[in-house]
């Protein structure tokens, strides 16, 4: 393929690239991406080309391949699973939790009050719940926890048992549980 590879940072008719990161603005991927896309012109047209090996068809609109690019890796690596989803959220509340950080240091003042964690009933932990279909399964994830599944009666049911295993991580407590008999 003759022509050029945008090097990013450019106006619109030199669109950033890799798609993915945005290296002007100090974005670089933690690890090689398996679909890592740059846009590519020959002075005519632009496409977006992938390290996987596909590339989009020629458009006349640098966007276009941008947007090609963009939807590459979607397409290619398909819908993300339950765990991809919950440790999407994790990273979420990370970055709220450093943006709430960072407003504090700049705009709070000791002679405001003194904010406190405010978890589940007050107790200033995050807790994270696993619910397990049987009770193999929470004996399994018991084993994970490297603890064992054991009985906890406040949470007991008319007659249905609630059985748990409960890791912490400082002040995030997992809690893997059921109802049975």
Not at 6 to 17: H, M, Q, R, V
Not at 59 to 66: G, I, L
Request: proline share 4%; aromatic share 8%; with cysteine.
């Amino acid at each position: 393929m003759s022509g050029h590879k945008s090097s990013g940072g450019g106006l619109a008719s030199e669109p950033s690239a890799p798609v993915l990161c945005n290296s002007s603005m100090g974005d670089e991927p933690a690890a090689r991406l398996v679909h890592e896309v740059a846009t590519f012109s020959d002075g005519d047209g632009h496409r977006a080309v992938c390290s996987c090996g596909w590339a989009s068809d020629w458009y006349a609109d640098d966007v276009a391949a941008v947007m090609a690019g963009v939807e590459h890796p979607e397409i290619a690596v398909g819908p993300p699973d339950g765990l991809d989803g919950f440790v999407g959220e994790l990273l979420d509340l990370q970055d709220d939790l450093s943006e709430l950080v960072m407003w504090l240091a700049e705009h709070w003042s000791a002679d405001l009050p003194t904010p406190t964690l405010w978890g589940l009933a007050g107790t200033g932990h995050v807790e994270v719940s696993v619910y397990c279909e049987s009770r193999a399964e929470l004996v399994r994830v018991a084993a994970r926890f490297s603890v064992a599944a054991g009985r906890d009666r406040c949470y007991d049911a008319k007659k249905e048992t609630y059985w748990c295993a409960r890791r912490r991580f400082g002040r995030v407590a997992v809690e893997a549980w059921r109802y049975g008999r």
